[in-house]
């Protein structure tokens, strides 16, 4: 995901891997919220 | 040709124009989900974080999680920030972008100060690169 975050900065980033970069990030967000809605 | 259509003909201008003019309806709604999670976040964080009954234990999978969604959260909007910031740098909207963006980060989970320098460097970076270049296509005119 890193190359893709420096792709976007570098402005060479396609509009798939854009989204591409956002489902993963919510992937991660979702799987915070699940980790923190197990306590 | 003037920098205008040497701008517009780039590459790099294709994409950003896809997320800012076009802004494909995909990844708004994407970043809309983004927004919403991490508000959802935010809150589950902050009501075990003022539990309390709370102990050691969850006060370190907060602390996990809080790295991770900080470290994340400033490489996303820091890279939709550059995105945006590119095209829409005369009107300042890719400042309003970022800030809008980061106002729906909880204040409590994230260092909102980090991040929004973050993306004011980044917004400054892509100024400065706008500024030499147009210095460079005024020198061969």
Redesign the interface.
């Given at each position: 995901?890193?190359v893709i975050?420096e792709k976007?900065?570098n402005?060479?980033?396609?509009?798939e891997e854009?989204?591409d970069?956002?489902?993963e990030?919510?992937k991660?967000?979702?799987e915070?919220?699940k980790?923190?809605?197990t306590? | 040709m003037n920098f205008k259509d040497q701008f517009n003909k780039a590459?790099?201008a294709k994409?950003?124009t896809?997320?800012t003019n076009e802004l494909?309806p995909?990844?708004t709604l994407?970043?809309e989900?983004?927004k919403t999670?991490?508000s959802?976040?935010g809150a589950?964080?902050e009501a075990?974080t003022n539990d309390p009954y709370k102990n050691s234990e969850?006060d370190e999978?907060?602390k996990l999680?809080w790295k991770?969604?900080k470290n994340?959260s400033l490489?996303?909007i820091?890279?939709?920030a550059?995105?945006t910031a590119?095209s829409t740098i005369d009107d300042k909207g890719a400042l309003t972008n970022a800030m809008e963006l980061a106002t729906h980060l909880p204040a409590g989970i994230l260092s909102l100060g980090l991040m929004l320098k973050g993306v004011a460097d980044?917004i400054l970076q892509s100024e400065k690169e706008n500024k030499q270049k147009n210095t460079q296509e005024s020198s061969f005119a």
């Open positions: 995901m890193l975050a976007i900065k402005k060479t980033a396609t509009k854009i989204a970069f956002l489902e990030y919510n991660t967000l979702e915070i919220k980790d923190l809605e306590e | 590459p790099v994409v950003n896809e997320i494909s995909e990844i994407k970043i989900k983004s999670l991490i959802e976040v589950k964080a075990i969850k999978k907060i999680n991770k969604i994340w490489i996303a820091g890279a939709i550059a995105g590119f980044i």
